[in-house]
């Protein structure tokens, strides 16, 4: 399970991320930016551009607003510069957490992720501590009935398919989750989300007491301006994370 690609799929089907809306399209635009500096702002050859506008739309995020992203980062029009980075750490629990950021400024950011760490009991690691545990994969969260999602999912180049609760997570290369999630889509199977992520190699089960503080620590983080997204190796029952989602 992609614990907090199921958590924040569920926050947002719920509307908890409508008071922060702002601040996500501002991520998301800045993550476009990003990709179209490093990769260039044509997405035919911008595998990471590509993503980065998906996600983007998925979210709403209007057509101007990416455009504009696209410039920066192209130079066409004057933007900060950005710095990817990873910071690395643990949560309560000992559940391992892989933070990603782009930042102007990597002596705050550093200090703002330290600090949510410290308040909500985890600790920040060295460069290579939890890394290990995750690769990097396309991820998409998808409806419809097993044999049919199977079919589209594994001749269009897709590596796994697992149930989840009601729904089936589709696994992909990176560089495939595009192509696997166009041909479930002519399939008429409902993708619910579609993402390149950060899955995890082991995972740790937790229950409703460690959920919260595990969650809690994650939804801080996310709350910083500068911190993109937070991959970690939690496993949370369905019914664990929707009560959670209703606090």
Request: aromatic share 4%; net charge negative.
């Amino acid at each position: 399970m992609a614990g907090h690609s199921k958590w924040a799929n569920i926050k947002h089907r719920k509307g908890r991320q409508d008071a922060a809306r702002g601040n996500l399209f501002a991520k998301l635009c800045r993550a476009v930016e990003a990709a179209a500096r490093q990769g260039g702002g044509d997405p035919a050859s911008n595998s990471v551009l590509v993503n980065a506008i998906d996600k983007a739309k998925s979210a709403s995020v209007p057509k101007d607003n990416i455009e504009r992203a696209i410039k920066r980062g192209t130079g066409e029009l004057a933007g900060e510069r950005l710095d990817a980075m990873f910071y690395e750490g643990y949560a309560p629990g000992g559940v391992a957490l892989l933070v990603q950021v782009l930042t102007d400024n990597r002596n705050r950011t550093a200090s703002d992720v330290r600090s949510v760490f410290t308040r909500n009991g985890g600790n920040l690691g060295e460069p290579g501590s939890v890394s290990y545990l995750f690769d990097q994969k396309g991820y998409l969260l998808v409806d419809g009935d097993e044999d049919d999602i199977l079919l589209a999912a594994l001749e269009s180049g897709a590596e796994d398919v697992r149930p989840s609760g009601e729904q089936f997570e589709v696994i992909t290369a990176p560089s495939d989750m595009r192509s696997v999630r166009d041909a479930l889509a002519e399939a008429e199977l409902t993708v619910r989300s579609a993402e390149v992520t950060q899955l995890p190699s082991v995972t740790i089960e937790l229950d409703a007491r460690k959920a919260n503080r595990v969650l809690r620590l994650v939804d801080s983080l996310d709350d910083l301006n500068d911190v993109q997204e937070v991959y970690g190796n939690f496993d949370i029952p369905d019914r664990i994370l929707e009560a959670l989602a209703d606090r």
